[in-house]
């Protein structure tokens, strides 16, 4: 696996102005979110109805998903892939406990309290 150069941008000017300081991260998270969501029902592990909303278009362009093979050496189909598995895992974890509380850090752009009935009632801080 290639390493992500030290130089590697966490945060950066979007063309959206609305986005533009949002950390590249939670933009990245939240476009490998919503590309999964756009699988069909029978081949994807969640589905996310804010994720591209909350990125935009231009984080899920093809433009864009060429940019992390670059920067990354891996496909963004494995970021996909990855995030996938994981907003998963976390996601059966918060059903099954049916928090009364919820403490999200670093959420970035993470539309889960909107998404997961489980996660209904609770209340977020």
């Known amino acids: ?3 992500v150069p030290a130089s590697a941008a966490t945060s950066v000017a979007h063309h959206d102005a609305a ?3 949002v950390p590249t991260t939670a ?3 939240c476009s490998f979110r919503a590309l999964e969501s756009q699988k069909s ?3 994807r592990l969640f589905f996310d109805p804010f994720a591209a909303l909350l990125c935009g278009q231009e984080a899920i362009s093809a433009e864009r998903q060429g940019m992390w093979r670059q920067t990354t050496g891996q496909s963004v189909d494995f970021w ?4 996938a598995i994981r907003t998963r895992w976390i996601d059966d974890m918060l059903t099954t ?3 009364e509380q919820l403490v999200i850090l670093g959420a970035g752009l993470d539309s889960r309290p909107y998404r997961l009935e489980a996660l209904r009632g609770s209340e977020d801080l």
Do not use: K, L, N
């Open 1 to 3: 696996m290639a390493s």
């Open 19 to 21: 986005r533009a300081a």
């Open 27 to 29: 933009i990245g998270v």
């Open 41 to 43: 029902a029978g081949e």
């Open 80 to 83: 996909v892939d990855f995030q």
């Open 97 to 99: 406990a049916g928090p």
